[in-house]
Structures are given as structure tokens and as C-alpha cells.
T-cell receptor, first 115, second 112 residues
Framework: GAGVSQSPSNKVTEKGKDVELRCDPISGHTALYWYRQSLGQGLEFLIYFQGNSAPDKSGLPSDRFSAERTGGSVSTLTIQRTQQEDSAVYLC?????????????FGPGTRLTVT | RKEVEQDPGPFNVPEGATVAFNCTYSNSASQSFFWYRQDCRKEPKLLMSVYSSGNEDGRFTAQLNRASQYISLLIRDSKLSDSATYLCVVSSNSNSGYALNFGKGTSLLVTP
């Protein structure tokens, strides 16, 4: 079956511009997670959705970052007024949620470069 | 202090060797434990979950010691295709769902 997909795969933007990253989770997966991986760093949790709601936004690095999820499916991560330190690979993962079904499956990521 | 710590390596081993990776975690409330594998410029992929009783999947054996907050991964009969970064991952149920906490990874290079 289809896995998690993300678009675009690569994005180069100028400092100060806004960007929007998209994630299509595996069909039927109710939980969706955004992470980012900066060069030489481990993966960092950003935000979690259960259905369309995001109980915890504390992982977002600043108020320039926001995310939404509609219809319990597609999610978008928006970064406003991008800065060079936002350059990273942004990864989306989805899972069935529930006690024993929380294995997360990752999309291929969006590589963001802010120049 | 980082929540999940791993030796970054690199571990350079010949084909056929046995290699072990270790990981420690700081949150005693962690409930779920995994090893993920990440190839260069690719997304992480689940290698195996780690259970308290220890578990084995082919050439891979994972162990969990909750008292010491320590996780291990043993790879026997290493293959060239095992070359990758191995990520130790822990999770607990919180307001962040089952958000994963990743170690920075241990790099493995298997040579002919």
C-alpha cells in the first residue's frame, strides 16, 4: 500500500519568505507527527496531531512555525519569515495510534534550504 | 542532558563480524523502545521494537534493561547492506501522543 508522502521533496527559499510543507499520511492512520533533522543533529519532535487536533505544540521552535491538519488526513507545516537556522529535513510520520499500534512510519522528508 | 544517548561511532567492521550498539535513556517513564535504521539522505525506517524480555529478528537481537535504562542492539554476521546509521528511540504516552525521542545515531560501516 501507499506509504507516507511529502511534498515538495526539496525546497530552496530566500530568507524572509514563507514556505508550506505538505504531508499525506498512510490512509487510516489517525496520528500524525512532524519532526525535523538538522545537519549533524538527531531528529527533533515538532508537533503531534490526533485527528485534526494538536494537543501539544510545545515542540514548535518559534511562533513562526504553525501546522494544521484537515479531514484527519493531509497536514501542512508552515514556516513564516524563514531564517537560515530553519534549514533542515522536515519529516512527517503517521501511526495507527492506540496502545500497541504506535509504530510510526516516516515519509521521505522535505529538504528545506534557506539562503 | 539529552534524553537518549548513543555512541556516535563510527563502527567499522569487516563483513561477517558481530557488532553491538548501546543506548541509554533518561526518562524512567519511557514505555516504548525501538531501533530505527537510517540510510544516508533517507528517512528513518523501523528496524525492530524492543521488549523487556528481549527479542530477536534474524541476525538482529535487541535487549532492554529498564532498571539501568539501557537498550542494546546486536548484529550478527554483518552484511555490507547493514551499513547505515542506527537510531535508538524511546517513547512515552504524553500530550505529544507517542512522540519519539531519538538518539543522534550510531554509524556502522561494514567493509568487504
Amino acid at each position: 500500500g501507499a506509504g507516507v508522502s511529502q511534498s515538495p521533496s526539496n525546497k530552496v527559499t530566500e530568507k524572509g519568505k514563507d514556505v508550506e510543507l505538505r504531508c499525506d499520511p498512510i490512509s487510516g492512520h489517525t496520528a500524525l507527527y512532524w519532526y525535523r533533522q538538522s545537519l549533524g543533529q538527531g531528529l527533533e519532535f515538532l508537533i503531534y496531531f490526533q485527528g485534526n487536533s494538536a494537543p501539544d505544540k510545545s515542540g514548535l521552535p518559534s511562533d513562526r512555525f504553525s501546522a494544521e491538519r484537515t479531514g484527519g488526513s493531509v497536514s501542512t507545516l508552515t514556516i513564516q519569515r524563514t531564517q537560515q537556522e530553519d534549514s533542515a529535513v522536515y519529516l512527517c510520520a503517521s501511526s495507527m495510534a492506540g496502545v500497541y499500534s504506535y509504530e510510526q512510519y516516516f515519509g521521505p522528508g522535505t529538504r528545506l534550504t534557506v539562503t | 542532558r539529552k534524553e537518549v544517548e548513543q555512541d556516535p561511532g563510527p563502527f567499522n567492521v569487516p563483513e561477517g563480524a558481530t557488532v553491538a550498539f548501546n543506548c541509554t535513556y533518561s526518562n524512567s517513564a519511557s514505555q516504548s523502545f525501538f531501533w530505527y535504521r537510517q540510510d544516508c539522505r533517507k528517512e528513518p525506517k523501523l528496524l525492530m521494537s524492543v521488549y523487556s524480555s528481549g527479542n530477536e529478528d534474524g541476525r538482529f537481537t535487541a535487549q532492554l534493561n529498564r532498571a539501568s535504562q539501557y537498550i542494546s542492539l546486536l548484529i550478527r554476521d554483518s552484511k555490507l547492506s547493514d551499513s547505515a546509521t542506527y537510531l535508538c528511540v524511546v517513547s512515552s504516552n504524553s500530550n505529544s501522543g507517542y512522540a519519539l525521542n531519538f538518539g543522534k545515531g550510531t554509524s556502522l560501516l561494514v567493509t568487504p
